[in-house]
């Protein structure tokens, strides 16, 4: 069973960039589908972005373009995330989950395993 473990979270100010890290033990990353999710308090866990084994397919929140980004490098075992512009509203705990279905990236309940999350708090 893979473990994935979330990395990269802090303080950031509005407007800033950050890159979160969703590094794999017990299994290799490749073989999974690995998806991004926030969960804000008092609200539910929200799919930010996702991407395909290979790398060569990814999926983003639509919201404004280029926010999210996300990348993988399979030898290093991690997905990363990359936010950009960041908004008041990603302060959040983000998660990162791994898949090997072919169901809807978008829905978290398609995602079996899960990492303990990365916090991250924006200040204004």
């Known amino acids: 069973q893979v473990v994935l473990v979330e990395s990269g979270g802090g303080l950031v100010q509005a407007g800033g960039s950050l890159t979160l890290s969703c590094t794999a033990s017990g299994g290799t990353i490749a073989d999974y589908r690995v998806g991004w999710f926030r969960e804000a308090p008092g609200k539910e866990r929200e799919f930010i972005a996702a991407?395909?084994?290979?790398?060569?397919?990814?999926y983003e929140r639509d919201s404004k373009p280029g926010r999210f980004t996300v990348s993988r490098d399979n030898a290093k075992n991690t997905v990363y995330l990359h936010l950009n512009n960041i908004q008041s509203e990603d302060s959040a705990i983000f998660y990162c989950a791994a898949a090997t279905t072919f169901a809807a990236v978008t829905s978290p309940y398609n995602f079996a395993t899960w990492g303990q999350g990365t916090q991250v708090t924006v200040s204004s």
């Open positions: 991407i395909n084994r290979s790398g060569g397919r990814t």
